[in-house]
């Protein structure tokens, strides 16, 4: 049974840090592609960064919104993707889920083929 796990949210004040992971059993995270999105109430499930699988180019790609503030990394050797966060803001407050794909980076949630449950992140002073 493919299962993914996220952790690390919580609350967090405005203009903090906070570090996700997305860690998976029943696959070999490192073939997949990474897809970091997050939904807030009563808004549609958008895409934050994603990563290639290992044996991709490695590469990374981020919405305009968390450029230069988020950024998204593969530990390999432990099987996780991690998602580091910085100078939070409230409006980065959402569930965020971590998915998985065979193939490219894809911004499309659909694409891709398992998810997991999600981890809360509320920024807040």
């Known amino acids: 049974q493919v299962q993914l796990v996220e952790s690390g949210g919580g609350l967090v004040q405005p203009g903090g840090s906070l570090e996700l992971s997305c860690s998976g059993s029943?696959?070999?995270?490192?073939?997949?592609?990474i897809g970091w999105f997050r939904q807030a109430p009563g808004k549609e499930r958008e895409g934050v960064a994603y990563?290639?699988?290992?044996?991709?180019?490695?590469?990374?790609r981020y919405a305009d919104s968390v450029k230069d503030r988020f950024t998204v990394s593969r530990d390999n050797a432990k099987m996780t993707v991690t998602i580091q966060m910085s100078n939070l803001k409230p409006e980065d407050t959402a569930v965020y889920y971590c998915?998985?794909?065979?193939?490219?980076?894809?911004?499309?949630?659909?694409?891709?083929?398992?998810w997991g449950q999600g981890t809360q992140v509320t920024v807040s002073s």
């Open positions: 998915g998985a794909r065979w193939g490219p980076i894809s911004t499309i949630a659909h694409e891709y083929h398992y």
């Open positions: 029943g696959l070999f995270l490192p073939h997949f592609a």
């Open positions: 990563i290639t699988s290992a044996s991709g180019t490695g590469g990374t």
